[in-house]
Structures are given as structure tokens and as C-alpha cells.
């Protein structure tokens, strides 16, 4: 583990720092994808740019809304980059929301952007794994296996270690059944999607600091059984529509991208 970088009187947070080159990294991809695809690269790096910047503030305000004693007698605070006073979830629902709503504005096709944006996805994924092992989070259960390594006193699951593992293996298997036969538009995120959540699925068993309900039952792996069984579907209907006559090839929030 490794939480910090410390550079003369500097403290750098690690996750944070591999978080960025993820996302870096993750656009980059992507847009190298998409001018494989003839897609704007331009109007998606404006998307994922405008998302990330509507979800870094959505974060800071819902993590304020949340927590306003942090912030009495104090409310320039709020304006502090400090990376931990943010609210994962608020700034998802806020990005995401964001990002859909510029998509429409522009009309950007659907399943074309979705594909467009799944190499970035699936790098991002593997930072987060990174970004985990440096912090210590998501660690793993107790286990005797060799492979197990020293975590606050017990021998634990390399867990942050097979969340790297799972999620290259998912970007390298979907990117080879790609290229080995193109399908519809839509088909390389759903793929990537459906082997996120089958991996996660699995690897939840392994994780030490999951939250359990009642009867053992993991919110995790219930939400990513719930993942995967939408994203099937959503495959099976994808192919039906390519195959039925006289269905256009490409479902889009609107059909044309605005110049």
C-alpha cells in the first residue's frame, strides 16, 4: 500500500493521483477508438470532459449537503480540492445525468457512443483497482492460501490484486471478440459490461469489507446480478433488432450527430 507520496513538504494522495492518469489514460483509448470508427473523437472527449467536471461538483455538493457540520464556521472550505470530502454516488447520478443530457443536445447516437466510450471504461476500471491497492481499500477476507499476503495482523486475499486481474482480463476478452467478429453497434459495451458485473459477482466473494445483509446476501452481488441480467437482455434485443427487416442497424438518442 502505498496512501501517499510525500515531495518535500507536499503530500500528494496516490489513489487520487492513479484515478487521474486513469482517466487520462481511459480518454485517450477512447478517442482513439472512436477515429478508428469514424466517430468524433472531439465531441467525445467535450462529453466525458463535461461529465467528469458536472460530477467533480455534483460530489463536492452532495458531500456538503451530507455533511454540513464539516463545513461550520468554514465555508470556504468548501471550495478546498481535498479529494475525500466528495460523495462518490452524488457525483455519478450528477456526471452521468450531466453527460446524457449534453448527448441529447448534440445528438449523439446512442450505441455508438456507448461503444465509443467503453475502452475508457474499461481502463478506468483497472485504475480503480490500482487506485485501491495503493489506499488499502477494498481489501480482501481472511484467508490460508499461499498467495495470501499480511493486512493488519491477518493473512488476506489479494483482493484489490484480482479486481486488476478482472478487470483486464474483461477489456481483453471483449476487445479480442470484437475484433475477431464486429457485431451491431451496442454489442462491445453490453460485452464489457456483462463480464463487469459476472467479475464482480465473483470476486465479492473474496472481498473483506463488503456489506452483508441478512442470510449472507451481498448488496454488491445482488446489484451485479441485477447489472448483468439487464445488459443480457439488452444484448438479445440488440441482435433481434439488427435482424429483423427493415430495422435500421443503429437504435440513437437521436439518429444524426449535429456538425
Known sequence: MLPIIQIGPVVLQTPFLILIMGVWLGLTASERYARRQAYDANRLSDLVLIGLVAGLLGARLSYVALQPAAFDGNLLSILSPTPTMLDPLGGMVVGILTAVIYAQRKKLPLWQTLDALTPGLAVFFIALGIAHLASGEAF???????????????????????????????????????????????????????????????????????????????PAQVGAWLVLAIVLILLGKRWQEVQTPGTPETASIDSRVEP
Open 140 to 218: 480482501g477476507a481472511k484467508t490460508n492460501l499461499p498467495w495470501g499476503f499480511n493486512l493488519w495482523g491477518e493473512t488476506r486475499h489479494p483482493a484489490q490484486i484480482y479486481e486488476i486481474l478482472g478487470a483486464t482480463a474483461s477489456l481483453v476478452v471483449v476487445y479480442r471478440l470484437h475484433a475477431a467478429k464486429h457485431g451491431p453497434a451496442g454489442v462491445f459495451f453490453l460485452g464489457w459490461a456483462a463480464l463487469t458485473a459476472f467479475t464482480r459477482i465473483f470476486l465479492e466473494a473474496f472481498r473483506g469489507d463488503s456489506l452483508m445483509w441478512p442470510g449472507g446476501l451481498r
